[in-house]
């Protein structure tokens, strides 16, 4: 079993609509969470970072959290064609021990 | 803002050689990663270091090193290039400990090895 796992996709939505972006982790002892995103040819870049249950919200992405299910997921409202990226999951669990998903491929059709 | 650089953007090397990629950052990161990745397969840790001279094994250490001399520098040496290391090839840097920090990426060096 993988620590990270995420739908490869690609998923597919029409602009204006919400993305979700799902993750799931094994370690229950995680601890913190990350989204990042990566444009083709390009190096990844961080989206939110989350470290308890709940919602965090920043502008038009909504990052959830529920460690008692071991999955986080993200919201992208208003998907722009700009959104269209792999969404990375990462997890961290203690020093410096992490867990990246191979991600999730997302494309915004105008 | 933070700065991750690396060496070169497209490498060719060939088969039998020893290449060296270089990673600098401009923030006093304690922490540098480096990654590899692959389609399918996503990001795969080879090495970090959490201090100058120091390094840990990631995921896929074998046919690969690396040096930390000073603390802002990061290389990954390929002792004997081989075709399997034909990847795209990643460096990053956090501040404190990666479990709980944003890692900070670098443009990515593309490497084939004919």
């Known amino acids: 079993q993988k620590e990270v796992e995420q739908n490869s996709g690609p998923l597919s939505v029409p602009e204006g609509a919400i993305a979700s972006l799902n993750c799931t982790y094994s370690?229950?002892?995680?601890?913190?969470f990350f989204w990042y995103r990566q444009y083709s040819g390009k190096s990844p870049e961080l989206i939110m970072s989350?470290?308890?249950?709940g919602d965090k919200e920043d502008g038009r992405f909504t990052a959830q959290l529920n460690k008692a299910s071991q999955y986080v997921s993200l919201l992208i409202r208003d998907s722009q064609p700009s959104d269209s990226a792999t969404y990375l999951c990462?997890?961290?669990?203690?020093?410096?021990?992490?867990?990246f998903g191979t991600g999730t491929s997302l494309t915004v059709i105008p | 803002d933070v700065k991750v650089t690396q060496s070169s953007r497209y490498l060719v090397k060939r088969t039998g050689e020893k290449v060296f990629l270089e990673c600098v950052q401009d923030?006093?990161?304690?922490?540098m990663f480096w990654y590899r990745q692959d389609p399918g397969l996503g990001l795969r840790l080879i090495y970090f270091?959490?201090?100058?001279?120091?390094?840990e094994k990631g995921d896929i250490p074998e046919g690969y090193s690396v040096s930390r001399e000073k603390k802002e520098r990061f290389s990954l040496i390929l002792e004997s290039a081989s075709t399997n290391q034909t990847s795209m090839y990643l460096c990053?840097?956090?501040?404190?400990?990666?479990?709980?920090?944003?890692?900070?990426f670098g443009p990515g060096t593309r490497l084939t090895v004919l």
């Open positions: 370690d229950r002892g995680s601890q913190s």
């Open positions: 990053a840097s956090s501040l404190g400990l990666a479990a709980y920090n944003e890692q900070f």
């Open positions: 989350i470290y308890s249950n």
């Open positions: 990462a997890v961290g669990l203690t020093g410096n021990q992490f867990y």
């Open positions: 270091s959490y201090d100058v001279k120091m390094k």
């Open positions: 923030m006093d990161h304690e922490n």
